[in-house]
């Protein structure tokens, strides 16, 4: 029997980019070979972040019209200084410092993936990184945030682009919408307790989803902050990893190594979630080392 050719139906492509540390340094010795992170290779992995969603969407995904991307930005854009030993090692003189050095990297990849997809809706929520009091605030959290300095730096670049759309919410969360699809884009860094158990990290998540649900039905969940993917959409998971990789914190705590990862999807009027992927940014070879 031969297949009958599908008809193609409409989709979005959502990619979550999260937890870049911007500036943070880590260095090769101090993590005995395992990681190395600077100015230079988040640059080089911002760019193979780009190259990674369009190769996906172009080769990896058929039977669809893609209409669009709808971009995440989940928070820790920048390292900071909210720890001393960051402010001493940063390779920015200060965060302010940082987010001019790269609103116009980030709005420059931004404006390529529009190049390829013709239109990209651009959320964007904090992380805990960059906030700019010791102890995490309530009120203000958002503008009290160098996040939001670089994402409202980076719309402003693109400020002419009609290609470009923005949400950048004065709020913790941010839905969006996808056709009928609602996902609540967060940080993470509200997520407490367990993580230790047979369940690790999916049961306190799985917890905060439905805690968060009975103020603001979703669908999914989006956030980063764990620098762990996992991505199980029917538990309404969509968990992204980070720019930077494995570093000495997480080594001192013996945390399990995780290579630098974003996330990819296909979401669908009909199916919502559909095709899911990692988008591995690491290239050991480009970056030297």
Same mark, same amino acid.
């Given at each position: 029997?031969?297949?009958?050719?599908?008809?193609?139906?409409?989709?979005?492509?959502?990619?979550?980019?999260?937890?870049?540390?911007?500036?943070?340094?880590?260095?090769?010795?101090?993590?005995?070979?395992?990681?190395?992170?600077?100015?230079? =290779?988040?640059?080089?992995?911002?760019?193979?972040?780009?190259?990674?969603?369009?190769?996906?969407s172009n080769n990896y995904i058929a039977g669809v019209n893609i209409e669009g991307l709808c971009l995440?930005?989940?928070?820790?854009?920048?390292?900071?200084?909210?720890?001393?030993?960051?402010?001493?090692?940063?390779?920015?003189? /200060?965060? =302010?410092?940082? @987010?001019?050095?790269? /609103? !116009? =990297?980030?709005?420059? @990849?931004?404006?390529?993936?529009?190049?390829? *997809?013709?239109?990209?809706?651009?959320? !964007?929520?904090?992380?805990?990184?960059? $906030?700019?009091?010791?102890?995490?605030?309530?009120?203000? $959290?958002?503008?009290?945030?160098?996040?939001?300095?670089?994402?409202?730096?980076?719309?402003?670049?693109?400020?002419?682009?009609?290609?470009?759309?923005?949400?950048?919410?004065?709020?913790?969360? @941010?839905?969006?919408?996808?056709?009928?699809?609602?996902?609540?884009?967060?940080?993470?860094?509200?997520?407490?307790? &367990?993580?230790? &158990?047979?369940?690790?990290?999916?049961?306190?998540?799985?917890?905060?989803?439905?805690?968060?649900?009975?103020?603001?039905?979703?669908?999914?969940?989006?956030?980063?902050?764990?620098?762990?993917?996992?991505? /199980?959409?029917?538990?309404?998971?969509?968990?992204?990893? /980070?720019?930077?990789?494995?570093?000495?914190? !997480?080594?001192?705590?013996?945390?399990?190594? !995780?290579?630098?990862?974003?996330? *990819?999807?296909?979401?669908?009027?009909?199916? &919502?979630?559909?095709?899911?992927?990692? =988008?591995?940014?690491?290239?050991?070879?480009?970056?030297?080392?």
């Amino acid at each position: 029997m031969t297949p009958k050719k599908p008809k193609k139906t409409a989709a979005t492509v959502v990619a979550m980019l999260s937890d870049l540390h911007l500036d943070e340094v880590v260095d090769l010795d101090e993590m005995g070979g395992a990681n190395k992170y600077d100015r230079e =290779i988040a640059e080089i992995r911002l760019k193979r972040f780009v190259e990674k969603v369009i190769e996906l969407s172009n080769n990896y995904i058929a039977g669809v019209n893609i209409e669009g991307l709808c971009l995440l930005l989940g928070g820790d854009l920048v390292s900071g200084d909210v720890h001393e030993e960051l402010a001493q090692t940063n390779e920015g003189v /200060s965060g =302010i410092d940082t @987010c001019v050095y790269w /609103s !116009s =990297i980030l709005a420059s @990849c931004i404006s390529g993936l529009a190049d390829h *997809f013709g239109k990209v809706h651009v959320s !964007s929520v904090v992380g805990n990184h960059g $906030r700019q009091t010791r102890k995490p605030r309530m009120k203000g $959290r958002v503008r009290d945030n160098l996040d939001y300095l670089l994402s409202t730096m980076a719309a402003t670049h693109l400020s002419k682009d009609k290609r470009v759309t923005w949400n950048i919410p004065d709020t913790a969360d @941010c839905l969006v919408n996808v056709y009928d699809t609602k996902i609540l884009l967060t940080h993470g860094d509200q997520i407490r307790g &367990g993580g230790n &158990g047979v369940g690790g990290l999916l049961a306190p998540v799985i917890r905060m989803i439905q805690k968060k649900r009975v103020n603001q039905p979703f669908d999914v969940m989006a956030f980063g902050h764990f620098h762990q993917q996992i991505i /199980s959409p029917e538990q309404g998971v969509f968990a992204c990893g /980070s720019l930077k990789g494995v570093d000495e914190f !997480s080594r001192l705590m013996n945390f399990p190594d !995780s290579e630098p990862l974003q996330a *990819f999807a296909v979401v669908t009027p009909t199916r &919502g979630f559909t095709f899911t992927a990692p =988008i591995f940014v690491q290239d050991k070879e480009k970056e030297g080392w």
